[in-house]
């Protein structure tokens, strides 16, 4: 398209990590301003509407513009280049391109519920030069796909995880039960894993083993519920002792009942 792209007519492509960002919130328009720039680097590379356009579309100064700019251009949400004459070394005008933490904006809608993230949370998938071969469209096709909400509840291991509960307390709880699935889900996508789920299940049983008031208590809506942190590092397992296994319960498994109860009766 070139420079005839003079910017969106019908929508704006703003990401979730910038709509939601504290700092910009203070000044919505800067968002909206992003958009803006999101929108014509999706489909050009580089951004080249120039401040007195900005200003008419956004209802500011053009003086409010060059601040706008600056605050994202110290988010790294965009970078500015002088635009040099060939002919006499003179400032002709601007342009804007992707800043360096543009696509960690990006993919920032596809981490926790709070949207928020850290640098552990994403992996940059292009240098800030990397606009002049890849649009901005094609890294957060790619962004996107490695973070696919559909994708990471698929790798999921609800079974394995159920099976290691029912294994130490021999119950029988299922593993494709929605409120138990929604447990398990929440804590994964907080960064929670296999091991750790077992670990708990190896904390709370060791502790509650020789309790028949709190054995009943084994069960996904305690353990996997919002004290599941609490959980993980609340003991560490007698190093003297072996792991509880199902051969460790079996005194209390022949006299405890081990039964769902309702959750406005947990002492939790």
Not at 33 to 56: D, H, P, R, W, Y
Request: aromatic letters at 10%; proline letters at 4%; a positive charge.
């Amino acid at each position: 398209m070139g420079k005839e792209f003079t910017g969106s007519k019908a929508f704006l492509n703003i990401p979730v990590g910038i709509a939601r960002d504290e700092d910009l919130l203070k000044k919505p328009k800067t968002i909206l301003l992003m958009g803006e720039i999101v929108s014509m680097l999706n489909v050009t590379g580089e951004f080249f509407m120039g401040n007195k356009k900005i200003a008419q579309r956004l209802r500011v100064s053009t003086r409010t513009v060059n601040d706008y700019l600056d605050i994202l251009e110290k988010k790294k949400l965009i970078e500015r280049e002088k635009v040099i004459s060939k002919e006499n070394d003179a400032i002709i005008g601007r342009k804007i391109s992707a800043g360096a933490d543009l696509v960690k904006y990006i993919s920032l809608g596809w981490c926790d519920e709070l949207h928020r993230g850290s640098e552990v949370d994403f992996t940059t998938l292009v240098k800030p030069t990397s606009h002049k071969k890849n649009s901005i469209k094609e890294q957060y096709k790619r962004t996107t796909n490695k973070y696919s909400p559909a994708d990471a509840e698929h790798h999921i291991p609800y079974e394995e995880i159920v099976d290691y509960l029912n294994l130490k307390t021999d119950a029988s709880y299922k593993s494709t039960a929605k409120p138990t699935q929604r447990l398990i889900k929440a804590r994964w996508h907080e960064g929670y894993r296999l091991d750790d789920f077992k670990k708990v299940v190896d904390n709370k049983a060791f502790e509650w083993q020789g309790d028949s008031k709190m054995w009943k208590y084994m069960r996904p809506t305690t353990l996997f519920g919002s004290k599941f942190d609490d959980y993980l590092n609340a003991n560490n397992l007698d190093k003297s002792r072996k792991k509880p296994t199902t051969g460790g319960y079996e005194e209390l498994l022949n006299g405890v009942n081990i039964q769902d109860i309702p959750d406005d009766e947990l002492p939790f």
